[in-house]
DNA sequence: TATTACCCTATAGTTTTAGTAGATTATCGA
DNA sequence: TCGATAATCTACTAAAACTATAGGGTAATA
């Protein structure tokens, strides 16, 4: 399941990214129009503020805005800010990797061999989409 | 993130795999050799029974066993019982579609635009991956 | 001084991952 | 046939982790 959390702040980017190059657009404002709680919401720009998505400013006619262009964002790291790790068992993630405690041996592993597919496939799509192409 | 229960449960179907045409294998020894919860493992089974994958013998000698033959055995169909929906959003699920309560339009969304192929690429994998093929 | 992002804390709700206690059923030996 | 034993089956409980959200105060800026 994808998080709230992921899904909202997707949701925003895209909206930010449609509203490109006018004035910083307020939390409130994106709330509204995305149907989103708007303290989530809050905390959930802080973190992509927090990992260089987006720039923000305070005070009136402040907000936040996207910083890099739309089509230099690549969903990949986007998931992994938002969602975590892209791989759905430890052991087969790239920049996340852990060896589980109780299988002896990953090669021989089967939940190892189809998830290292499944991950390559999510790798795929995400490498390939950036924010750009899914507005 | 792929829950204990899933990688549990694949990792009795492909114990029993090895096992097959011997007599029913007990809960204990796969609990044992695949380092699981045996109570856990229990109800795994349990599910696994219920829809379909295994039969069970009750008593001296019994045990679990596999019903099928694994190379009829998708993964499509392991995954959607143990993990549930193999989309990670409910509106671009195929089997479990439900429309997003806070998402006016699915066709403007850019959420499910990407979700709809990441959904793709899994089935792709999940479809042509039978247990036969993960040994 | 009003407006807005920033920061910290708490909390209800849900899901996950089990553990406990016992009932039920099949086999086997006496 | 009877009872001991071995195993699955069932239901209830519970701890832990995670999710989503709310509240209230602080800091910066026009």
Redesign the pocket.
């Known amino acids: 399941m994808l998080?709230?959390?992921t899904k909202y702040g997707l949701k925003a980017l895209t909206y930010l990214a449609r509203a490109k190059g006018k004035e910083p657009v307020?939390?409130?404002e994106i709330a509204k129009h995305e149907n989103?709680?708007?303290?989530?919401l809050?905390?959930i720009?802080?973190t992509l503020?927090r990992n260089g998505f987006l720039g923000?400013?305070?005070?009136?006619?402040?907000?936040?805005y996207l910083i890099k262009d739309p089509a230099d964002i690549p969903m990949t790291t986007v998931m992994r800010v938002l969602e975590g790790p892209i791989a759905m068992v430890p052991c087969v993630s790239l920049n996340f990797y852990e060896k589980c405690d109780d299988c002896p041996d990953e090669d021989t592993c089967s939940v190892h061999k189809l998830m290292l597919q499944i991950r390559d496939s999510a790798l795929d799509v995400y490498r390939n989409n950036t924010l750009a192409d899914i507005l």
Do not use: D, N, T, V
Request: proline share 0%.
């Open positions: 998080s709230k959390k307020q939390i409130a989103i709680s708007q303290k989530f809050e905390s720009l802080l503020r923000s400013k305070k005070g009136k006619g402040g907000g936040y």
